[in-house]
């Protein structure tokens, strides 16, 4: 019961959460765009965008700096 348990919290410091809130925003003139926000539920960090690829490159950020935090909590095994 107790390694299940210490499996699952390994398990869970592997994972991210993130929300994804999006909208359409009045430009004037008849125009309109999608807006968004993504926040790392986590760190609470918050990056907005406006197309969806700079959406991609913005959870790809945060994932890059929750995985550079992790190396430098937990370095990996090496031996020589």
Do not use: K
């Not at 993130?18 to 760190?43: K, M």
């Not at 406006?50 to 031996?79: C, F, H, K, M």
């Amino acid at each position: 019961m107790r390694q299940a348990r210490m499996d699952q919290a390994q398990e869970l410091s592997h994972m991210q959460l993130f929300t994804v809130r999006v909208w359409r925003e009045e430009l004037g003139a008849g125009q309109r765009e999608w807006r968004g926000e993504v926040h790392d539920v986590v760190s609470g960090e918050r990056r907005y965008f406006r197309d969806w690829p700079a959406l991609i490159a913005s959870l790809q950020a945060l994932l890059a700096a929750q995985e550079l935090d992790r190396q430098q909590v937990d370095p990996p095994n090496t031996q020589e």
